[in-house]
């Protein structure tokens, strides 16, 4: 593994697309995990390594790119520390309670005012970004800062003193945890990491398995073998009696899958997208799906915009609308319900039951458990001494 660091214009980027380049010609389809901090980034480099290719074709390579949240959340989950991480709404309540217990002086007042622990969460999320920990904020207030300076910076040391000694963490903080753990981890090429060992399972027509246990303990890596996103050390994976590839049309036909972060062409628009897929799976009236999937995934009003332009519900909703608009006969979904709200949840459940009930073999991963009563047929526990579960269709 290398990390590459420098300045703006430091030719990080070329240096890389260099390094991929070399490293798809020794090793065909070698998976090559590329990190970038924002979206924008993200796309800025896959638009300048496909421009890359156009100009000097180079030989059938697969990048996948992250962030340093998604990034964590694998590295983490590979080497079995999970991260217990805050949701907004728990990190607000939690501000609220250190504000009331922390003696302040300019901010005493405002501290009790409706939108201070909001506000507050923005700011430290600021300061994490740009890498400024609480002793550093509290160095500057005492050294030329006004009296709220020191209370932000007392406020924030005893937030993070409070997630360390509950071993939690939060979004801008996995990013930290991240880089700490990647200069720590020996990445010995002849590491064996054993994942998951001895899992069998079976998926018929009109059956939806739900993939259940805590975060790390194999299900994103069982989905991932099973769509041909990772291949497994030993066993098989077939799809109605085909071997699994993630290049056989067979397969691509037959199987639509949500797993990790989708990354969508930055310069097609939501309707777009859908279109082109629709017309690249045959579907007999393109137009017509896709303004049934936009009316029903709700996003008709942001049809015409840019996925980057997107809030993250919309773009979950985006991914699974992607699904929806192609044919298929089995679905893999890893936690859909990330980022969708109560009313979207419930949505998502009457959905994937219907399908269910029209034929479709459905695998997902989940932690809501009002989706996996409405939809699944069948628990699978992953990394518990109980294997399996019948549950009501």
Not at 159 to 186: F, K, M, P, S
Not at 235 to 253: A, C
Request: proline share 5%; with cysteine; charged share 25%.
């Amino acid at each position: 593994m290398e990390l590459w660091r420098s300045e703006p214009g430091g030719g990080k980027t070329h240096a890389v697309i260099e390094l991929v380049q070399q490293v798809a010609s020794q090793h065909p389809l070698q998976r090559i995990w590329v990190v970038l901090p924002t979206s924008r980034q993200r796309a800025a480099f896959r638009d300048r390594l496909l421009q890359t290719i156009k100009s000097h074709p180079a030989p059938t390579f697969n990048v996948e790119l992250f962030n340093f949240h998604t990034l964590t959340r694998r590295v983490l989950n590979l080497i079995g520390e999970p991260v217990r991480s805050l949701t907004p709404a728990a990190r607000q309540h939690l501000l609220r309670q250190i504000a009331a217990h922390t003696p302040l002086n300019a901010l005493a007042e405002g501290a009790a005012q409706p939108g201070f622990a909001a506000a507050l969460g923005k700011l430290i999320g600021e300061l994490k970004a740009d890498q400024i920990t609480p002793e550093v904020l509290q160095a500057a207030a005492h050294d030329h800062g006004a009296g709220k300076d020191h209370d932000i910076a007392r406020l924030y040391a005893a937030y993070q003193e409070t997630l360390r000694r509950n071993g939690l963490v939060d979004t801008e903080g996995e990013t930290w945890l991240a880089l700490a753990r990647l200069y720590e981890i020996n990445w010995n090429p002849h590491l064996e990491l054993l994942i998951v060992d001895g899992f069998d399972l079976e998926v018929r027509e009109g059956e939806a398995i739900a993939l259940t246990g805590r975060n790390g303990a194999g299900k994103s890596t069982i989905l991932r073998c099973l769509v041909g996103a990772d291949t497994p050390d030993e066993g098989t994976v077939e799809v109605n009696g085909i071997r699994m590839s993630e290049t056989n049309p067979d397969v691509r036909r037959n199987v639509a899958t949500v797993i990790d972060d989708l990354d969508f062409f930055p310069d097609l628009s939501v309707v777009e997208h859908l279109d082109l897929l629709a017309r690249a799976h045959g579907v007999p009236d393109p137009e017509t799906a896709v303004d049934e999937v936009l009316h029903e995934v709700q996003l008709v009003p942001q049809s015409g915009q840019l996925p980057g332009t997107l809030s993250s519900g919309q773009r979950r909703r985006l991914a699974l609308a992607t699904a929806f608009v192609r044919p298929r006969k089995l679905l893999v979904l890893d936690e859909p319900e990330q980022r969708l709200d109560v009313e979207g949840v419930e949505w998502l459940a009457a959905r994937l039951a219907a399908e269910r009930s029209r034929g479709l073999a459905i695998v997902l991963a989940s932690h809501e458990p009002r989706l996996v009563d409405v939809v699944a047929t069948r628990v699978v526990r992953v990394g518990s001494d109980v294997v399996a579960g019948e549950v009501g269709a």
